[in-house]
């Protein structure tokens, strides 16, 4: 598998400054970033890096459940999946970290029940790429649904 590669430029100080994240391999985009704007409700109009993990990782799961539902004798009509990347204080060194991801999926799936689905869904979790990546973040929920 290649090596895909993102780069950040960053001007200014922690709390002053402003930056861009680039997509590199893909040469898809450039986004801007800033804490003030990474730490407001809104998000101020430009990404961070919980965002970006989020897509990564939402993207990771649903590739790898795909897989999981295939190997069980599912079709895949539609897999929609949501990752809530909740940052907070590092009580251990006053600094930041990931406390919860928490993934959110729905899936159009035909040839299997609902069991197996949960039990993909579960598989998928554990053995997506990402999530083994972040194996250090407290807590990884899914919340899973097979619809019809």
């Known amino acids: 598998m290649p090596t895909r590669t993102a780069r950040t430029a960053?001007?200014?100080?922690?709390?002053?400054g402003t930056g861009q994240v680039e997509l590199t391999s893909s040469g898809l985009g450039t986004f801007e970033m800033s804490f003030?704007?990474?730490?407001?409700?809104?998000?101020?109009?430009?990404?961070?890096p919980e965002a970006l993990l989020?897509?990564?990782h939402s993207a990771c799961y649903t590739m790898q459940l795909t897989a999981v539902?295939?190997?069980?004798g599912g079709t895949v009509r539609s897999i929609e999946t949501k990752a809530d990347v909740s940052l907070?204080?590092?009580d251990a060194d006053g600094g930041f970290k990931i406390h919860t991801i928490a993934l959110t999926v729905?899936?159009?799936?035909?040839?299997?029940?609902?069991a197996t689905f949960?039990?993909?869904?579960?598989?998928?979790?554990?053995?997506?790429?990402?999530?083994?990546?972040?194996?250090?973040v407290d807590q990884i929920t899914l919340d899973a649904t097979l619809e019809s």
């Open 10 to 16: 960053w001007d200014g100080g922690f709390e002053d």
């Open 36 to 48: 003030p704007k990474r730490s407001s409700e809104d998000g101020g109009g430009v990404t961070n």
């Open 54 to 56: 989020g897509a990564a």
């Open 69 to 72: 539902l295939e190997k069980n």
């Open 88 to 90: 907070g204080k590092d």
């Open 106 to 114: 729905r899936g159009e799936v035909e040839g299997v029940d609902d």
């Open 118 to 136: 949960q039990q993909a869904a579960e598989e998928a979790k554990t053995g997506c790429p990402l999530s083994k990546a972040l194996a250090s």
